[in-house]
């Protein structure tokens, strides 16, 4: 919703919020439905601009983010351990006006956590991915449901904010998506959150899933 415009004698466009309206509404008293539709005016003008600033946080935050460092060893490569990959963005993050937060919900013997990313000004936009308790090696139930949880946490974080991750000795090699790619593609409530996830397929993904992210952006532009 675009801010309203008035001519001030010098010529020069002045700008009027819903909110001034409000206040010579209540000048002039006006009637509670004017007044109603004035404030549902200036709700949707605060939503809008929300919306505004949490896409331009989002642009400078992806502009002056690292690649991540992995530093953690797994089985046959390294990863970007969480706590560690936090430790590197949550002070541009907090430049940037944005905090990310995450919801967690088990149904039946799924694990499901949806991370949320927040602006200061109250828009935020969220991902979720769901998958089975982490039952490898020796662990118990907490066990397997903790390591779940920390794994989907952190390819949430990933794939909301846009971040890449490099090897510690920077050879170059590509990220690849640790997760379920279609079911990634089908979580995505936006089509932010959808490109964010194509960013963090390797190439040999990209080439594999085009047509997945064709379908599902073509779903998210019509709904």
């Known amino acids: 919703m675009s801010e309203l415009k008035t001519i001030q004698p010098n010529g020069k466009p002045a700008t009027v919020t819903p909110m001034a309206l409000i206040e010579t509404a209540l000048q002039q008293n006006a009637d509670i439905d004017k007044l109603e539709k004035l404030w ?44 560690e990959t936090i430790s590197q963005i949550k002070s541009i993050e907090a430049e940037c006006g944005l ?8 149904t039946g013997n799924a694990v499901e956590v949806t991370c949320v990313v927040t602006h200061t000004l109250g828009h935020s936009e969220s991902t979720t991915l769901i998958a ?10 907490i066990q397997a449901i903790g390591s ?18 490099s090897e510690d000795d920077l050879d170059g ?19 932010e959150t959808l490109r964010s996830i194509w960013a963090s397929l390797s190439n040999e993904q990209k ?16 709904a």
């Open 173 to 191: 090699n590509s990220q690849k998506f640790g997760g379920d790619v279609v079911e990634a593609f089908q979580s995505a409530n936006s089509t």
């Open 40 to 83: 549902n005016l200036q709700q949707k003008y605060e939503e809008h601009e929300a919306r505004k600033a949490f896409v331009t946080a989002m642009a400078k935050f992806r502009e002056n983010c690292p690649a991540i460092v992995k530093t953690k060893q797994a089985h046959n490569s390294k990863y970007a351990g969480l706590a």
């Open 99 to 106: 905090s990310h937060s995450w919801r967690t919900n088990q």
């Open 132 to 141: 089975e308790p982490d039952k490898s090696g020796s662990k118990n139930t």
């Open 207 to 222: 080439k594999q899933y085009r047509g997945d992210l064709e379908v599902r952006l073509e779903e998210l532009n019509n």
């Open 148 to 165: 779940s949880v920390t794994y989907l946490q952190r390819y949430t974080l990933f794939s909301l904010l846009g971040l890449a991750s």
